[in-house]
C-alpha cells in the first residue's frame, strides 16, 4: 500500500468511526420489493411506510408494460445526451404532456430531480446575484445554489418576514435574485406559503424556483402544490420529480418557452448527461394518464394519512408526508428497529437530512396501502412510544 493510499484509508477511517459514534453511518440494505407496500428483507416480509411511491404507480401494471413496451421499441438506454443523439420521441411527448398539466408554456425533462436542481440555479445566476432559499429546502437546491457561486442568504423555515428582511437588506446590491423554497418539504410535509412567497418576489424582482417533486400527482387535485392554492401559486419556475407519485425516474422543469430555451443551452446537467432512458418516459406518461383520470387514487395517500394521524392525536397533515420527532438518532433508530420487529419498514431519517436535534421517522402513506395497515401501524407505533390508546 503506497503511502498516499495508506493516508486515505485512514481518513476514511475515522471519518467513519466519527459517524459511528454519533449513529450517523449509512448502510444501504438489500430489499425485495414485492409490491407498492411489501417488500423483503432479510427473509422477512415488511409493510413499506417509508417509500415516496405516494400512488403505487412504480408497480401498476400498465406503468410496467408501458416501459416494457417502450423499451422494446427504443431501447434500454438513451445512448447520448439529448442535444447529440438522444432526443427521442417519448421525451418530447413527456414534456408537452408536463407543461400541459403543469399549465407552463414549455418544460425540459431532466436525468432526475437532483440533476434539476444542480442545473436550474447555475444556469440562471452567477457572482453577481443573490438567493434566498429556506432553511429547510431540499439538500439539491442548497447544492444548486452553493453551485452558482451567487450570494446565498438562507431565510428561516417558512419565515416571511426573515425571508422579507433579508430582500430589503441585500436585493438592492445584486443584479439578479432568485428565491428557493420546496412546495411540500419533504421532511416535515408542510407546504410553503407560495402566494406570499411569490409576492415577495414581484416585489423585489426576484424569481421563485418552487421543487415541487413532493406536491405533484398527490396535491392540488394531482397537479401539485402551486395548485393547492385558489387561485393557483405559479411560480415562473416549477421543478419536480418523476420518481416519487409518477412512479419513473427523471425530473423536470416547467417554465416559459423562452426560460426553458435558454436552460437547454445553458444547464450543464442536461447538455453533458445522457439523456433519459425511453421507458422511464413512457411509465411517467402512463402515470399522468392514470394520475389525470383518477381523483379516487390522488385522494388517498392524504386520507390515508389523516387516518393514521387521528389514531395517534397528531395534527391533522396536509400531504401524505408524516414526521414523528424523537430527537436523538439513537431513538430513532430505536424505534425503526421495534416497527421492524412488529412488521413494518419505517427508516429512521437522522441529521444532517434533518436539523441536529430532529431526528424521526418519517412515515410515509400510498394509495396502495390499506386501512387496517395503516391501523396496525398506528398500534405498534403508539405501543413503542407507550401513548396510550385513542377512543376510535
Request: with cysteine.
Amino acid at each position: 500500500m503506497t503511502s498516499a493510499t495508506a493516508s486515505l484509508e485512514r481518513f476514511a477511517a475515522d471519518k467513519l468511526g466519527q459517524l459511528d459514534r454519533k449513529s450517523l453511518r449509512r448502510k444501504p440494505v438489500e430489499t425485495r420489493h414485492r409490491d407498492a407496500v411489501h417488500v423483503e428483507r432479510d427473509g422477512r416480509e415488511l409493510i413499506n411506510a417509508c417509500s415516496n411511491d405516494y400512488l403505487g404507480l412504480a408497480h401498476h401494471p400498465e406503468v410496467i408494460e408501458a416501459a416494457r413496451e417502450a423499451a422494446a421499441e427504443w431501447g434500454a438506454g438513451a445512448g447520448a445526451s439529448r442535444l447529440v443523439t438522444g432526443g427521442h420521441p417519448l421525451l418530447f411527448e413527456l414534456e408537452r404532456r408536463l407543461a400541459g398539466f403543469k399549465g407552463t408554456e414549455d418544460c425540459i425533462v431532466f436525468g432526475s430531480g437532483s440533476l434539476a436542481n444542480l442545473a436550474i440555479t447555475p444556469a440562471l445566476v452567477g457572482p453577481d446575484d443573490l438567493i434566498l432559499i429556506d432553511a429547510l429546502a431540499h439538500a439539491c437546491l442548497h447544492a444548486g445554489a452553493r453551485l452558482s457561486a451567487a450570494r446565498v442568504e438562507v431565510f428561516r423555515h417558512n419565515d416571511l418576514a426573515h425571508l422579507r428582511t433579508l430582500l430589503a437588506a441585500h436585493r438592492a446590491e445584486a443584479r439578479h435574485a432568485m428565491i428557493l423554497t420546496d412546495g411540500v418539504f419533504s421532511m416535515d410535509g408542510d407546504f410553503a406559503p407560495l402566494p406570499e412567497i411569490l409576492a415577495l418576489g414581484e416585489q423585489y424582482d426576484a424569481w421563485t424556483l418552487v421543487d415541487d417533486a413532493h406536491g405533484i400527482g398527490i396535491v392540488g387535485d394531482g397537479r401539485g402544490s402551486a395548485h393547492a392554492f385558489a387561485p393557483p401559486a405559479a411560480a415562473p419556475l416549477q421543478m419536480g420529480t418523476l420518481s416519487k407519485a409518477l412512479g419513473s425516474y427523471g425530473g423536470y422543469l416547467c417554465a416559459s418557452q423562452r426560460v426553458c430555451e435558454l436552460l437547454r443551452t445553458r444547464a450543464r446537467p442536461l447538455v453533458f448527461t445522457t439523456a433519459l432512458p425511453p421507458a422511464s418516459a413512457a411509465a411517467a406518461l402512463k402515470a399522468l394518464d392514470l394520475i389525470e383520470t383518477d381523483a379516487e387514487l390522488r385522494n388517498r395517500p392524504l386520507a390515508l394519512a389523516r387516518r393514521f394521524c387521528s389514531r395517534m392525536r397528531l395534527p391533522e397533515p396536509v400531504s401524505p408526508i408524516v414526521p414523528v420527532i424523537l430527537g436523538s438518532a439513537d431513538l430513532a433508530l430505536a424505534a425503526s428497529a421495534a416497527l421492524e420487529e412488529t412488521g413494518f419498514l419505517v427508516t429512521a431519517i437522522r441529521p444532517p437530512t434533518v436539523p441536529e436535534g430532529t431526528a424521526r421517522l418519517r412515515i410515509t402513506f400510498s394509495a396502495a396501502h390499506s386501512e387496517s395497515d395503516i391501523d396496525r401501524l398506528a398500534k405498534a407505533l403508539k405501543s413503542i412510544l407507550k401513548q396510550p390508546e385513542a377512543a376510535e
